[in-house]
Nanobody, 125 residues
Framework: QVQLVESGGGSVQAGGSLRLSCAASGRSFSLLVMGWFRQAPGKEREFVAAISQSGGRTYYADSVKGRFTISRDNAEKTVTLQMSGLKPGDTAVYYC??????????????????WGQGTQVIVSS
């Protein structure tokens, strides 16, 4: 079993930056693909970014490419989403997620098995 706990959300003005962290517990963190998703009010949850087991591959939604960076520390069992150039449209609850995926497969943007409780990000204009 895998437990995920997010932190780092908050309020920021447009153009600002925030850093979200996700701490994982459970076994074999280094075998998990990790991802971030978000859900804005009245909208469906959407994929934001994913990172491979070793951290060598990343995958971003077009809407955040060039502004957000996902990274991980397997020794600390953490994954981070560094967000810059934030826009009001980035306002959402952000969720950390994890899935068991064979190495060298394409990074998934759906069907994650484990989820955190979410952390709120509010970007004001």
């Amino acid at each position: 079993q895998v437990q995920l706990v997010e932190s780092g959300g908050g309020s920021v003005q447009a153009g600002g930056s925030l850093r979200l962290s996700c701490a994982a517990s459970g076994r074999s963190f280094s075998l998990l693909v990790m991802g971030w998703f978000r859900q804005a009010p009245g909208k469906e949850r959407e994929f934001v970014a994913a990172i491979s087991q070793s951290g060598g591959r990343t995958y971003y939604a077009d809407s955040v490419k060039g502004r957000f960076t996902i990274s991980r520390d397997n020794a600390e069992k953490t994954v981070t989403l560094q967000m810059s150039g934030l826009k009001p449209g980035d306002t959402a609850v952000y969720y950390c997620a994890a899935v068991w995926t064979p190495a060298n497969r394409p990074l998934p943007n759906a069907d994650y098995a484990y989820w955190g409780q979410g952390t709120q990000v509010i970007v004001s204009s």
